[in-house]
């Protein structure tokens, strides 16, 4: 008799397979790929424009603009600051 097991990736932790996260452009909500470059607004260039999308998921963000600073807030990651950059 003969007992098959089916082993799931993961369960073991040499099994475990490191993937780098999924980084998204927070001007242009595109998924960044190596060694292909993205086209950064002139404005994002010069700090003149707050981020539009999550870096983590590529969601639009709400982003609320006041004289001394922005904040942008994702509905998965939370919130993110001017003052988080050290732009403000």
């Known amino acids: ?3 098959m097991v089916e082993a ?3 369960d073991r932790p040499e099994d475990r ?3 780098p996260e ?9 998924r960044v790929v190596p060694g ?10 010069l700090g003149l ?7 983590a998921c590529g969601r639009r963000m709400v982003v609320q603009i006041s004289p001394d600073g922005w904040w942008a807030k994702c509905s998965r990651h939370g919130v993110f600051d001017s003052i988080c ?4």
Do not use: L, S
Request: a neutral charge; hydrophobic letters at 30%; aromatic letters at 8%.
């Open 85 to 88: 950059g050290g732009r403000r």
């Open 8 to 10: 799931i990736m993961g």
């Open 22 to 30: 999924e980084r998204y452009n927070p001007y242009t909500g595109r």
């Open 36 to 45: 292909v470059d993205d086209a950064v607004p002139t404005a994002a260039q």
């Open 49 to 55: 424009e707050p981020p539009r999308f999550c870096e």
């Open 1 to 3: 008799m003969t007992i």
């Open 17 to 19: 397979v490191d993937r």
